[in-house]
C-alpha cells in the first residue's frame, strides 16, 4: 500500500499514488467550489489533465481550465 503524503507551506499540497481520489474532499475541505485548473497547453492534453477533470465532472463538479501560461514560466508570468 502506497502512503498519500501532505505538506503545508502555506498552501497544502496532497500527492501521492491514490491522492486524485481525495480531490472533490480536499476541494471541499477549503471550500472551494469552482476550481481553477492552471496549466499549458501542451499538459492540457495529456493524460494527467483529463483524468483530473474526468474525476471533477464525475463528481458534478464545475470547474475552470486556464492554459495560456508559458510551458517554463518567465519572469513576466
Given at each position: 500500500?502506497?502512503?498519500?503524503?501532505?505538506?503545508?507551506?502555506?498552501?497544502?499540497?496532497?500527492f501521492?499514488?491514490?491522492?486524485?481520489?481525495?480531490?472533490?474532499?480536499?476541494?471541499?475541505?477549503?471550500?472551494?467550489t469552482?476550481?481553477?485548473?492552471?496549466?499549458?497547453?501542451?499538459?492540457?492534453?495529456?493524460?494527467?489533465?483529463?483524468?483530473?477533470?474526468?474525476?471533477?465532472?464525475?463528481?458534478?463538479?464545475?470547474?475552470?481550465?486556464?492554459?495560456?501560461?508559458?510551458?517554463?514560466?518567465?519572469?513576466?508570468?
Amino acid at each position: 500500500m502506497h502512503k498519500i503524503s501532505q505538506f503545508s507551506f502555506p498552501t497544502t499540497v496532497c500527492f501521492g499514488p491514490g491522492a486524485l481520489g481525495r480531490l472533490s474532499q480536499c476541494l471541499g475541505e477549503l471550500g472551494v467550489t469552482e476550481p481553477l485548473i492552471v496549466t499549458d497547453a501542451g499538459l492540457a492534453q495529456t493524460d494527467i489533465v483529463s483524468r483530473v477533470t474526468k474525476h471533477l465532472e464525475a463528481k458534478s463538479i464545475a470547474y475552470a481550465l486556464f492554459t495560456d501560461v508559458h510551458p517554463n514560466p518567465l519572469v513576466s508570468d
